[in-house]
């Protein structure tokens, strides 16, 4: 919205060719290299590392379709977002991290924003892309979703999804899509307009969704507090075209809600500090 802070993000371009990288942590399990294709792609996710089981097994994974909420009022989100802080951009192919992982663009967080909902706070840690969107709409994909990813101090996740319709440009992704032709490899640093990160929950009034869920992608761990928002922000068509040319089914299927409520609170209080 009006955050017109720059703030200052390194760009580091991760190697996409399934070697070992150093930014995978966990040397054993990431090994096994995934994607989205028929050889490593979600349908086999669970049988490809006995550390992923949750993504054949679970019964409350992500993503899921948003239809059919229950209305609700649900607890007061605080957010607290300082005017500036550092942005480092990840430009992954095949990385894997024990939060989200590659096949995305994705901007790690050092800002200290935070996310608390019912007096549980969660940092930002970053936030990546997807496309098409993860969530679907009562059956409709939007052309792309945006994941901010918030860790509480025992581990929890919350992630924040927002999905993205053609429309207006975002001017705050240029230099992050600049990333997108660079070699692997390749270290810049570069400005990013705030106003791009203010997605963590900008204009609320239309409300959002909540459900509990899992990761969307390896390991598929659960228990993870998803608030989507309902109103959808915008790319320009050649913003989404740009993203799309190069990752352009960075998606998981959806997932059944099963015994899950889907809420929708369509006036959420939100207060920002
Ligand atoms: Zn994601």
Same mark, same amino acid.
């Given at each position: 919205?009006?955050?017109?802070?720059?703030?200052?993000?390194?760009?580091?371009?991760?190697?996409?060719?399934?070697?070992?990288?150093?930014?995978?942590?966990?040397?054993?399990?990431?090994?096994?290299?995934?994607?989205?294709?028929?050889?490593?792609?979600?349908?086999?996710?669970?049988?490809?590392?006995?550390?992923?089981?949750?993504?054949?097994?679970?019964?409350?994974?992500?993503?899921?379709?948003?239809?059919?909420?229950?209305?609700?009022?649900?607890?007061?989100?605080?957010?607290?977002?300082?005017?500036?802080?550092?942005?480092?951009?990840?430009?992954?192919?095949?990385?894997?991290?024990?939060?989200?992982?590659?096949?995305?663009?994705?901007?790690?967080?050092? #800002?200290?924003?935070?996310?608390?909902?019912?007096?549980?706070?969660?940092?930002?840690?970053?936030?990546?892309?997807?496309?098409?969107?993860?969530?679907?709409?009562?059956?409709?994909?939007?052309?792309?979703?945006?994941?901010?990813?918030?860790?509480?101090?025992?581990?929890?996740?919350?992630?924040?999804?927002?999905?993205?319709?053609?429309?207006?440009?975002?001017?705050?992704?240029?230099?992050?899509?600049?990333?997108?032709?660079?070699?692997?490899?390749?270290?810049?640093?570069?400005?990013?307009?705030?106003?791009?990160?203010?997605?963590?929950?900008?204009?609320?009034?239309?409300?959002?969704?909540?459900?509990?869920?899992?990761?969307? #992608?390896?390991?598929?761990?659960?228990?993870?507090?998803?608030?989507?928002?309902?109103?959808?922000?915008?790319?320009?068509?050649?913003?989404?075209?740009?993203?799309?040319?190069?990752?352009?089914?960075?998606?998981?299927?959806?997932?059944?809600?099963?015994?899950?409520?889907?809420?929708?609170?369509?006036?959420? #209080?939100?207060?920002?500090?």
């Amino acid at each position: 919205m009006s955050l017109l802070a720059h703030v200052i993000i390194g760009v580091s371009m991760v190697s996409c060719s399934g070697e070992k990288s150093g930014s995978e942590s966990h040397d054993d399990e990431h090994a096994v290299h995934w994607g989205y294709e028929a050889d490593d792609g979600p349908d086999i996710w669970g049988s490809m590392n006995s550390d992923w089981a949750l993504c054949a097994n679970g019964l409350e994974q992500s993503p899921i379709d948003l239809a059919n909420a229950v209305k609700t009022r649900l607890p007061v989100v605080d957010l607290d977002r300082p005017g500036e802080g550092k942005f480092e951009v990840l430009t992954q192919a095949s990385v894997v991290d024990a939060l989200d992982n590659g096949h995305t663009i994705q901007v790690n967080s050092k #800002t200290g924003e935070k996310l608390t909902v019912d007096g549980k706070a969660y940092a930002l840690l970053q936030f990546h892309f997807h496309a098409p969107s993860e969530h679907t709409v009562d059956g409709r994909h939007l052309p792309m979703e945006m994941h901010f990813v918030h860790q509480a101090d025992d581990g929890a996740l919350a992630v924040v999804g927002v999905l993205v319709e053609e429309g207006a440009p975002n001017p705050g992704v240029a230099p992050l899509w600049a990333q997108l032709a660079e070699a692997p490899g390749t270290e810049t640093m570069v400005e990013l307009r705030a106003e791009f990160a203010e997605p963590v929950f900008p204009d609320v009034g239309s409300g959002f969704y909540h459900y509990v869920g899992s990761l969307t #992608t390896p390991p598929c761990s659960e228990n993870v507090q998803w608030y989507v928002r309902k109103t959808f922000t915008t790319l320009s068509k050649d913003q989404i075209a740009e993203f799309t040319a190069v990752y352009n089914h960075n998606n998981r299927p959806v997932q059944a809600l099963g015994d899950r409520a889907l809420y929708l609170d369509e006036n959420p #209080t939100v207060t920002i500090h």
